[in-house]
């Protein structure tokens, strides 16, 4: 049984005993949903978010106070990490460990089980990004197992714009063999659009792949994308944003919530939602936790395709 300490209560989670805090705290006002309700839901989740953050390295977006309160980004493991969680050391600014001094290494945490998901979100960090390669046993990084292409609407835009090319950019990965593509609606404006990589590819020729597809695909339809992020390109249109295929980059995790003004998540779509969304008339709606959790009940995961 929970042990109560004030404010404090200990849980045992995946055979660790664990201090969770502050449990009625509201981290999203508009909902009033609080810490509690947060540690529920990524508990609730996990047996499917688990497998995708995998042995990669995540970078948090901690909101202390709630998501109207001040955010930051870290990427080092946290002040008073147990020992047990488990940790990476890599460059700041590449794949190679080996590639810059010291001072330009950062030491991540990794999260492979309930109890480092749990740790990690008792300290408020409702966002988890993750990079498209994973390290192996003894820490070096991988080749990237996953290209995601990034759908970002500019203002006037939304996500029927993002869902027409999404559907242009799926037949365009197939025919790379890239057959296995999983829609993910961000939580936040747009949209990701994942496919799993076979075999050994380096970081570089994905990266180049994807602003490859990127500079095409403007080209076949100038009127709604863009592939460069210059602003003033942007109004009515959708970034294919190739980048967060470069190596030192992080996207945000499937299942994982957002810190905006409700608790959305990064969700796992079919395509045939997709399909409806980009239809006139049709509609696809970024969804909240509650929404995710209910597909889960009924759907299972829809993102296994991306598991390696």
Request: hydrophobic share 40%; with cysteine; charged share 25%.
């Amino acid at each position: 049984m929970p042990e109560r300490a004030g404010e404090r209560l200990t849980v045992e989670v995946a055979g660790r005993r664990l201090a969770v805090s502050n449990l009625d705290k509201v981290m999203y006002p508009a909902t009033e949903t609080t810490k509690g309700e947060v540690l529920s839901y990524y508990a609730r989740v996990a047996p499917v978010m688990l497998p995708l953050l995998g042995r990669r390295a995540v970078t948090r977006i901690r909101w202390p106070h709630g998501v109207e309160g001040p955010m930051f980004f870290e990427k080092n493991l946290p002040s008073g990490a147990p020992s047990w969680l488990p940790r990476v050391t890599i460059s700041s600014h590449g794949r190679d460990p080996d590639a810059h001094p010291e001072r330009d290494r950062v030491t991540y945490p990794l999260v492979l089980d309930l109890a480092d998901l749990t740790y990690l979100v008792n300290l408020a960090s409702l966002e988890l990004h993750v990079h498209q390669w994973q390290v192996d046993d003894d820490g070096h990084p991988l080749d990237p197992d996953r290209l995601v292409i990034d759908l970002d609407p500019g203002s006037g835009a939304g996500l029927r714009e993002c869902s027409r090319v999404a559907l242009w950019v799926k037949p365009r990965l197939e025919a790379m063999g890239l057959t296995t593509t999983v829609p993910v609606t961000s939580g936040s404006k747009g949209m990701q659009v994942y496919a799993a990589l076979p075999g050994k590819h380096p970081a570089d020729d994905i990266r180049a792949l994807a602003q490859q597809l990127a500079q095409e695909m403007t080209k076949e339809h100038p009127d709604l994308v863009v592939w460069k992020m210059t602003k003033s390109l942007r109004p009515g249109k959708v970034l294919l944003d190739w980048s967060q295929n470069t190596a030192a980059k992080t996207t945000i995790c499937p299942y994982s919530l957002r810190g905006k003004a409700a608790p959305y998540v990064a969700a796992p779509r079919t395509w045939d939602e997709v399909e409806d969304g980009a239809a006139e008339g049709g509609e696809l709606r970024q969804l909240l936790f509650e929404d995710v959790l209910a597909r889960l009940d009924e759907d299972g995961d829809l993102a296994t395709g991306l598991i390696t």
